[in-house]
């Protein structure tokens, strides 16, 4: 615990010469032809280092907009007129420097003496640091993935060749010029299986989320490896949504939908969504869309609207939304055996929505392992010790950065990987384009049946129409190729 | 601080109307986070909710690897929230998003 007498860090940011607002009141994203307008009078400047340390602050350093400022618990809250707490402090990243620090309770207010609150716009104590990477080995993964006594697929070769996407590969095409937005739990492209495949590919933060290289729960990472895989040559842009410092501060994912759109991605897959069967013994569907998801709902009909192929996953046994919506391209699991047949996955999502009339969930499916497997199906990269790492049931290390594993979060963006294949090849292809080609070339699936948790307990068996567990089928983007 | 998404009526999904809705939002303590075609973003602290909306809002935190899904990330309660005074003639619905699930 600190003591009294322990020094606090401040950060001192000031009021602008050009701009009074200050650099923490300014409402907008800050961007590099406005940083000018907050640099401040450099006469101030001084006249607040000497106020400051008359109080009895020491000062370590200044930069352009701010200065750091070391003082006493007692002389904060005296000069500063508010009153310190004292903090817990544990984050999920990483160790912490201080597991306990003094700072303002939520809301405080502030009363500084006159001459520093004319200058200053805010004094900010300066939270502990988190040592990222100290809870995860310092070892980095292999580029080449641990065996496992099971049968699976890896990627990039066995997702493509199983998708019969290699065939396109040979015609030169791999998604080239296409730019794919992914929004999930974060990005972390520093393992060796990444950086080997070259790929275009970027990490970017929603509003609330940080770290843009972090991926502590591990999902975005491994599921964006089925993406890549299938169409590496795309612009890929991987929208965050995880704070893993304050979990409860993560973006939406209607925060991450309008993140992606500023990119002005042409298609936007997103493995996650909302689970909406009422919690009774039947899993009930709902029957209305609550309003609680009408915004994005909204945001989604006027995406696609645009031109923008949305995909979202049908969810694993999950009554899933937005996975359901008409406009989206849905995609469910079917699971290749190793012999070679091709069976509907009983993990994931398949259903008639009650919602939109006439909906039937999935479009068309990817590759998805079976429930009694618990879905270990695809080997996939991720950020060593991150959550799904550290699951030990799937014969791999805790944190050896590889991880088997399945779901509609990786059939999803396996479509949206061969849709970035034929966008290549036409990039006027609309949704409602992509829908109708992949429904008529995805291999027929006549096994198996899906997920009887999304229906109301009873399983939708596989027959031999469009509309069974897996929709259309098993995609297969070379036969898709051929009708451009 | 809480996640907040204010679907606009479909005659406010205009540019004057949401920069009405996006000062009294201000006003209330909201921060916007994103404006898109018939919706705004917005995260509002703890405190300045129970100012607004007169009761605190449920935490959630993330739920772990399941079954049939990698957990949720953390967040709060969805709910349909009232509309502060002022807000009705321009907003439908104002809510908090539920923890989302990954499939």
């Known amino acids: ?39 401040p009078n450099p006469q101030k400047v001084s006249q607040t280092i000497v106020a400051l340390q008359e109080k009895g602050f020491e000062i370590t350093g ?11 618990k007692e002389n904060f809250e005296q000069h500063f007129g508010t009153q310190l707490e004292l903090r ?20 405080a207010n502030w009363n500084a003496d006159h001459f520093l609150k004319e200058f200053i716009d805010e004094p900010y104590i300066q939270w502990p640091h988190i040592l990222m990477g100290q809870r995860f080995p310092s070892v980095r993964p292999s580029l080449f993935p641990p065996r496992v006594d099971y049968h699976h697929l890896r990627v990039p070769g066995d997702v493509v060749l199983t998708l019969n996407a290699a065939k396109v590969h040979k015609e030169g095409i791999t998604g080239k010029g296409v730019r794919v937005a992914m929004i999930d739990t974060g990005f972390n492209f520093d393992h060796p ?15 609330g989320a940080t770290d843009p290289e972090l991926d502590n729960n591990g999902h975005g990472t491994a599921e964006s490896a089925n993406l890549l895989a299938v169409a590496p040559g795309v612009s890929f842009i991987g929208v965050k949504l995880s704070n893993e410092t304050n979990p ?81 391209l849905s995609i469910g699991g079917a699971y290749v055996q190793e ?82 294949l034929l966008l290549e090849k036409d990039p006027h292809l609309t949704s409602t384009d992509l829908r109708s080609i992949l429904r008529r070339t995805s291999l027929n699936v006549t096994l198996g049946e899906g997920s009887s948790a999304s229906n109301g307990g009873v399983a939708i068996p596989e027959t031999s129409t469009l509309n069974g567990p897996t929709g259309a089928g098993l995609v297969d983007a070379y036969a898709a190729l051929r009708q451009l | 601080m809480i996640n907040i998404e204010i679907l606009l009526r479909e005659e406010s999904r205009n540019a004057s109307s949401k920069a009405i809705v996006q000062a009294k939002l201000h006003e209330l303590g909201f921060e916007i986070t994103g404006i898109l075609s018939a919706s705004i973003s917005a995260k509002i602290s703890e405190a300045h909710f129970v100012k ?41 619905s104002m809510t908090i998003p539920p923890p989302v699930t990954l499939f």
């Open chain 1, 88 to 107: 817990e402090y544990s984050s999920d990243a990483g160790l912490v420097t201080e597991d306990s620090f003094y700072y303002p309770p939520d809301e």
């Open chain 2, 52 to 92: 607004v909306f007169g009761r605190s809002a449920q935490a959630e935190d993330p739920r772990p690897l399941a079954a049939s899904d990698f957990g949720s990330l953390g967040g709060y309660a969805g709910q349909e929230l009232p509309l502060p005074p002022g807000l009705d003639q321009y907003v439908e």
């Open chain 1, 62 to 72: 200044s930069g352009d907009l701010t200065m750091s400022v070391r003082g006493y």
């Open chain 1, 193 to 207: 299986y990444f950086q080997e495949g070259g790929f275009n590919a970027t990490s970017i933060l929603a509003p």
């Open chain 1, 339 to 420: 012999n070679g047949t091709v069976r509907a996955s009983d993990y994931a999502s398949s259903f008639l929505s009650k919602i939109y009339p006439g909906r039937r969930v999935p479009d068309f499916s990817g590759l998805v392992g079976l429930a009694r497997n618990n879905a270990q199906y695809l080997m996939l990269p991720l950020q060593p010790g991150c959550k799904i790492d550290r699951n030990d049931s799937d014969g791999t290390g805790q944190d050896d950065g590889w991880a088997v594993i399945s779901g509609t979060s990786a059939a999803a963006p396996q479509i949206a990987g061969v849709c970035a």
């Open chain 1, 248 to 328: 409860r501060a993560s973006a939406s994912i209607l925060e991450g939908f309008q993140e992606a759109l500023s990119h002005n991605p042409k298609i936007i897959t997103v493995s996650m969504g909302y689970d909406l069967a009422l919690k009774n013994a039947q899993r009930s569907h709902l029957t209305s869309l609550p309003n609680t998801y009408k915004a994005l709902e909204a945001e989604i009909v006027n995406a696609v609207s645009k031109g923008i192929i949305v995909i979202f996953a049908a969810g694993n046994g999950h009554v899933a939304f937005p996975g359901r919506m008409p406009e989206v």
């Open chain 1, 1 to 39: 615990m600190p003591d009294n007498n322990e020094l606090l860090k401040i950060a001192i940011s000031f009021r602008g010469a050009n701009n009074d607002l200050g650099l923490t009141k300014f409402p907008a994203r800050m961007r590099a032809d406005l940083i000018q307008e907050f640099k």
